[in-house]
């Protein structure tokens, strides 16, 4: 089957930094485009970045990220990454990876808590 599995969530600081990893199963991360998304308490799940497939490098960042959030993958881990810097509280929810061109069923994510 084909599964993407998020870890590395925490409670950081503001301003703070936090690397989020997306392990994949069942086929080559680099092949599909792969997004992250997140859900605040009480609000939408939305789109945070993109990186795309087929061997590709094209990344798309939400306008609320760009500049403090980078997307990366490791081909030999099989995993995406998004390493997030200069954290804000209205950063805080809990961040999903999921295909970009279609969506498999939702995992449990990983929370993002920023506080002081």
């Known amino acids: 089957q084909l599964q993407l599995v998020e870890s590395g969530g925490g409670l950081v600081q503001p301003g703070g930094s936090l690397r989020l990893s997306c392990a994949a199963s069942?086929?080559?991360?680099?092949?599909?485009?792969i997004g992250w998304f997140r859900q605040a308490p009480g609000k939408e799940r939305t789109g945070v970045s993109c990186?795309?497939?087929?061997?590709?490098?094209?990344?798309f960042y939400a306008d609320f990220v760009e500049g403090r959030f980078t997307t990366s993958r490791d081909n030999a881990k099989n995993t995406v990454y998004l390493q997030m810097s200069n954290l804000k509280p209205e950063d805080t929810g809990v961040y999903y990876c999921?295909?970009?061109?279609?969506?498999?069923?939702w995992g449990q994510g990983t929370q993002v808590t920023v506080s002081s």
């Open positions: 990186i795309s497939g087929r061997g590709g490098s094209t990344i």
């Open positions: 069942g086929f080559p991360v680099d092949y599909y485009a």
């Open positions: 999921n295909f970009q061109a279609y969506y498999a069923p």
